[in-house]
């Protein structure tokens, strides 16, 4: 009867690895998920009538005014991160 003792499941270093990194990611997206702190967009009136990524990346582009930082997300959603201005007129 000492048989099922013996196949009780005991964490191997192996297991105890993977469980580290479960811990630390779901740790990392949990911290992750706070406030967006980016800045916001600035309350003008440019930016209260740009509506469309082409608009926004005419001046924010490689070549524009102000180009976005290298390593800046490729993302379509400007406002997803900086916040529109009030007021912003909706397309
Ligand atoms: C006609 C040119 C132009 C267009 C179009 C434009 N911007 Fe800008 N933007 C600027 C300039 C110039 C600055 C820097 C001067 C300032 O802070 O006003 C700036 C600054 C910014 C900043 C940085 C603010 C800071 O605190 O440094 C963000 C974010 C931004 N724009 C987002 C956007 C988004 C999103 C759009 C599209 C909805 C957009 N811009 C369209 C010219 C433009
Ligand atoms: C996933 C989030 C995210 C999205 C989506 C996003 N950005 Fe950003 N953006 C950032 C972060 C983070 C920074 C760095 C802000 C800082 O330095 O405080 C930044 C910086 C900028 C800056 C430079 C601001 C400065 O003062 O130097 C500009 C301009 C800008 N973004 C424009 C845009 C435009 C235009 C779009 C849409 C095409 C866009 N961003 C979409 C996160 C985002």
């Known amino acids: 009867m000492n048989e099922t ?7 191997s270093r192996g297991d105890w690895v993977f469980i580290i990194i479960v ?6 997206l949990v911290l992750g998920s706070g406030d967006r702190k980016t800045k916001t967009t600035p309350d003008d009136a ?8 082409a608009a926004c990346m ?14 800046h997300v490729k ?6 991160c900086h916040t529109q ?5 909706k397309p």
């Open 5 to 11: 003792a013996k196949q009780r499941w005991q964490p």
């Open 75 to 80: 993302a379509d959603q400007c406002f997803q």
């Open 46 to 53: 440019i930016h209260m009538h740009a509506t469309s990524r």
């Open 23 to 28: 811990a630390t990611v779901v740790l990392v």
């Open 85 to 89: 201005p009030e007021g912003w007129a």
């Open 58 to 71: 005419s001046c924010h582009g490689i070549d524009g005014v102000k180009p976005q930082p290298p390593g």
